[in-house]
């Protein structure tokens, strides 16, 4: 089954009861049992809910995988998967990633007795050198956020295996349409499912997919115990969602594409960080890994400060200024004092992420109107 395919038919069967096309939203705390221990599958809706696992069928699907694992939101997944660890584990993370994730591992994991150890993924080197007998899970973002770096799912997965050690992607910048990253060798993908895989802003979700039934029972275990669970309201609106993915996903790539050619052509712009250039350092493992290269792109400004940037901000229209991505409609944000505040300035600053980058999640309106609002913006803009 193609991808196309299965966004709307794979693990989605008609409704047994009524025939209905769409999963019902089976909107119930709890089921009535035959007898003790005699049920249909369903005791209590935290453990289990007929919407959820449909939807949770559909995701291990478009992720070739074998098991998926719902959460109330994209931070309950990092949450989980580092519940895997245990006290005096190590991680070694990209040093270029999410603000959210960053802070989960800082502020709370280290509290009880992991370690964490961020380092340029772009080669194998600075991976290796932190390696010792207490590290047991490598995590990537890839094109990481917001500096759209590529890392080498394969190279590091191989790596990995070497010295036992588990390896889980981010890959919500991506999607599942245009990358697997359990078919490159991870053992654990995760998403913010809020973002390309929901794709319409209304609805905060996570999921987990895995290959291996043990992870996966301990993930299980992880969801009905802590109780960080979507509701079937929510998983309703992802599996809508999904449905649409493919295209959602073509039309943002091609307009990120040529909005990224407008910016490079731009005298305003001093770089712009989009892994389709040839240029780009990333560019070939890209093409290799990915099936298109996205609706992200960053790019700083000339004149590089935060008022700078905020004057090409506040003068947008069609691209809102938010967070969060992925959506149909095209959002514009600040990551140094939005989605990446709660990194200290100077590891910012290491990463490139200067005060003037501005962060675009480029959607499906049409690519004109979009370049229009942005060369408005920057003539709006008084340096």
Known sequence: MRFGTKVIHAG????????????????TSTYVQEAIGVNKGFEYARTKNPTRSVLEKNLAALENGKFG???????????????????????????????????????????????FHFVPMNGL???EAKINKNTKMLWLETPTNPMLNIIDIKA?????????????????????????????GADIVVHSATKYIGGHSDVIHGAVICKDEEIAEQLYFLQKSTGAVPGPQDCFLVLRGIKTL?????????????????LKGNDKIQRVFYPGFAEHPGHAIAKAQMRDFGGMLSFTLK???????????ENTRLFSLAESLGGVESLIGHPPTMTH??????????????????????????????????????????A
């Not at 004149?303 to 901000?313: C, I, P, W, Y």
């Not at 505040?341 to 049409?366: F, K, N, Q």
């Open 341 to 382: 505040g709660s990194i200290p300035r100077t590891d910012r600053l290491a990463v490139g992420m200067t005060d003037s980058l501005i962060r675009l999640s480029v959607g499906i309106e049409d690519v004109k109107d979009l370049i229009d609002d942005l060369d408005r913006a920057f003539r709006n803009h008084r």
């Open 12 to 27: 989605i069967e008609p409704d047994a009861s009524t025939g209905a096309i769409m999963t019902p939203i089976f909107q």
């Open 125 to 127: 080197e600075q991976i």
């Open 246 to 262: 493919h295209l959602r996903m073509e039309r943002a790539c091609q307009n990120a594409r040529q909005i990224a050619e407008f």
């Open 156 to 184: 590091i997965c191989s790596l990995a295996k070497a010295h036992n050690i588990m390896v889980c992607v981010d890959n919500t910048f991506a999607s599942p349409y245009l990358q697997n990253p359990l078919d490159l």
């Open 69 to 115: 694992v719902c959460f109330s939101s994209g931070m309950a997944a990092v949450d989980a998967v580092m519940k895997l660890m245990s006290n005096g584990d190590e991680v070694i993370s990209t040093n270029d990633l999410y603000g959210g994730s960053y802070r989960t591992f800082v502020k709370i994991f280290e509290r009880f007795g992991m370690k």
């Open 303 to 313: 004149e590089d400060t935060l008022q700078g940037a905020s004057k090409v901000m």
